[in-house]
């Protein structure tokens, strides 16, 4: 067992490099470029919503009150009619990204955490690179990359988004394991 304050810098290291990964898999590599479609005349949809000043949040069009509604011949024939939505709402206006790019390194170092947690309490001192890599990789592609599949499962992502996003688990994971393998206490 190692002690969980031997791996700070690893813990820090990794997120800033799974950071860095992750600006390049979405400013310079086109991986993600097509994940969100155009809605047909987006300018009219836009413009007919815009009076309903709907709140920034998730919706969902048609919505049962209960699970007994869903049974409800209004309600089957509202979903029939269509179309059927989940959307979220943002807030109008331009914004930067620097309240999103803070919560996704928070988000990183504590996979990391997690990562070194898990590796910390199974591996020992001097353990070899190969070894803390299958740990620490596994518990990072757990965090980055599993719980993506209940987007595909429950809200219809294509599943083609969702792999895509799997390949950046699959990097962000390679790079904490790396790290991780490279700092390990000898």
Do not use: N
């Not at 998730?58 to 011949?73: G, H, N, V």
């Not at 709402?89 to 996704?104: D, I, Y």
């Not at 910390?120 to 070894?131: C, D, M, R, V």
């Amino acid at each position: 067992m190692v002690a969980l304050t031997s791996l700070l810098l690893p813990i820090v290291l990794s997120a800033v490099a799974v950071f860095i990964v992750s600006s390049i898999m979405h400013m310079a590599v086109p991986l993600h470029k097509d994940d969100m479609s155009t809605l047909p005349r987006e300018d009219d949809v836009q413009a007919a919503l815009r009076p309903f000043a709907i709140a920034p949040g998730d919706y969902m069009l048609p919505r049962p009150a209960s699970m007994a509604a869903m049974k409800d011949p209004g309600f089957t024939a509202k979903l029939d009619k269509g179309p059927v939505i989940l959307m979220t709402v943002l807030p109008s206006g331009r914004r930067g990204m620097g309240a999103q790019l803070a919560q996704w390194f928070i988000y990183c170092l504590v996979i990391s955490l997690f990562s070194a947690y898990l590796a910390a309490h199974s591996l020992a001192s001097g353990t070899p690179y190969l070894a803390v890599f299958r740990i620490a990789g596994t518990a990072a592609f757990m965090g980055y990359g599993l719980a993506l599949w209940q987007e595909s499962i429950w809200y219809k992502r294509r599943w083609s988004t969702t792999l895509k996003y799997m390949v950046d688990a699959l990097l962000y994971a390679g790079t904490t394991a790396g790290v991780f393998g490279w700092l390990w206490p000898r």
